[in-house]
């Protein structure tokens, strides 16, 4: 056989072979989003380190931040985080409905740390120390409410791994998903603790 002609037959094997390992190509564009969304929250804790003192006569994080109630929410955000670990075991283990169960305690967790974190926002508008009132708590706001929305995408493209898993099963696309969010889910819990040591414990002990 020619060279011409093994070139045409090994081609199109070669663009097969490309189409069906997209593994590498997702995980890396999703480790660029992760980067990117570092860029925004470090943006976010820089503005907050420079405007966190301006209390602009109002009250100051000792007056407003409750320890014990955002250290239990810190600590169902961590469990979420080991709940899900759970879930990735079992997805190893080709067991889809453990899969499920795992990912929906995960979903509980992140509900009830959703649930805290609107009832402390509440709490604060109420007592007039809304995102208007200082410097200070605009940023503490929109701070902590953008690690919120994106806990609560999380928690919606959690539900939505739920039914396509249980539809198609641990099918590759559904793996490479599950490890997508799983870094996504693992990169929000890293983000709350420097949240936590840097906003809450910093602006209360500080």
């Known amino acids: ?5 093994l070139q045409e037959t090994e081609a199109p094997q070669f663009y097969l072979e490309d189409d069906h390992h997209p593994e590498g190509s997702t995980m890396l564009g999703f480790w660029i ?41 810190t600590a169902m955000l961590l469990f979420s985080s080991i709940t899900y670990g759970f879930a990735m075991l079992q997805m190893e283990r080709n067991a889809r409905m453990e899969t499920i169960f795992w990912l929906g305690v995960t979903g509980v967790f992140g509900l009830i740390f959703l649930a805290l974190e609107l009832y402390e926002f509440y709490h604060l508008i109420l007592e007039g120390a809304g995102p208007g009132r ?10 902590v409410g953008t690690h919120g929305l994106h806990v609560t995408f999380g928690v919606i493209w959690l539900v939505t791994l739920m039914v396509q898993v249980k539809m198609h099963g641990l099918i590759p696309e559904n793996r490479r998903r599950l490890m997508c969010l799983s870094m996504f889910w693992h990169f929000l819990d890293v983000v709350w603790i420097g949240v936590f040591s840097f906003v809450y ?5 500080g």
């Open 1 to 5: 056989m020619s060279n011409k002609a």
């Open 33 to 73: 989003y992760l980067m990117s969304d570092c860029l925004i929250f470090a943006v976010l804790f820089a503005t907050h380190g420079v405007l966190g003192r301006n209390y602009a006569a109002g009250p100051s994080p000792a007056d407003l931040f409750d320890l014990s109630i955002v250290a239990f929410n």
């Open 134 to 143: 200082s410097a200070f708590l605009s940023s503490f706001f929109v701070l």
């Open 201 to 205: 414990l910093m602006g209360v002990l």
